[in-house]
């Protein structure tokens, strides 16, 4: 039995899968809402809250033969860009120290395996992993 978590960090919403055998099992997000003019303190407990959620749930059962995480997009600078990579290295270390491999993937790897085409959207995407796996709440 081959056990894969799936990470797809964000601070609002980070989508989270297991993957049983290639199989979805278990699904989730996690996330909590901020504000751009919040004070530092305030956003550092939000990014360790989420992180500490996240590995919290997807280690809940143990440890994952392989966790996949979404990569940084280098390209996209947002006021929420500094906290989006204090939460992805959080996530990526906590998983580091516990010893589970862990593959980067590139927003356009994801893109272009769920559809094609690198350049995909979001929604398309969800569109076509929906389909794949009929009946399971994506």
């Not at 994801?110 to 994506?138: C, D, I």
């Amino acid at each position: 039995m081959t056990i894969v978590l799936g990470i797809d960090p964000s601070l609002r919403s980070t989508g989270l899968a297991v993957l049983t055998d290639g199989r979805p099992t278990a699904l989730h997000s996690i996330g909590y809402g901020g504000h751009a003019g919040d004070p530092y303190a305030t956003r550092s407990r939000r990014v360790r809250a989420v992180c500490r959620s996240v590995i919290e749930w997807a280690l809940r059962d143990g440890l994952p033969d392989l966790a996949v995480i979404e990569g940084p997009a280098y390209g996209q600078f947002l006021p929420s860009t500094f906290a989006r990579i204090g939460l992805w290295h959080g996530l990526f270390g906590a998983l580091d120290a516990k010893k589970v491999p862990v593959a980067v993937v590139p927003p356009q790897t994801r893109a272009k395996w769920a559809t094609g085409s690198g350049r995909a959207e979001k929604g398309e995407v969800l569109g076509n992993v929906r389909y794949w796996f009929n009946g399971v709440k994506v």
